[in-house]
């Protein structure tokens, strides 16, 4: 499961027009949890349950540079 989801996530990343930019789709999550938005939070949580890791989405965003460390 955990290989797919990476594979779909490097898809998207190939267009840039359906991803809007050359980030993953957890890194935007991430992004999109730390400035409150009520999607990034909840699609935040699933993705982080779906990658087994409590924070895969915020260390995602960290690791992008989009939110500080």
């Known amino acids: ?3 797919l989801l990476i594979f779909l996530d ?3 990343d190939a267009f840039p027009l359906l991803s ?3 980030r993953t789709i957890s890194a ?3 992004y999109a ?3 409150g938005k009520a999607w990034g939070k909840l699609a935040a949580r699933l993705i ?3 990658m ?3 924070t895969h989405c915020h260390d995602a965003a ?3 540079g989009l939110i500080p460390a």
């Open 52 to 54: 087994g890791s409590e």
């Open 33 to 35: 949890a730390f400035r």
């Open 28 to 30: 935007r999550t991430g």
């Open 1 to 3: 499961m955990r290989g």
């Open 62 to 64: 960290v690791s992008e």
């Open 48 to 50: 982080d349950a779906l």
């Open 20 to 22: 809007r930019g050359w």
């Open 10 to 12: 490097k898809l998207f």
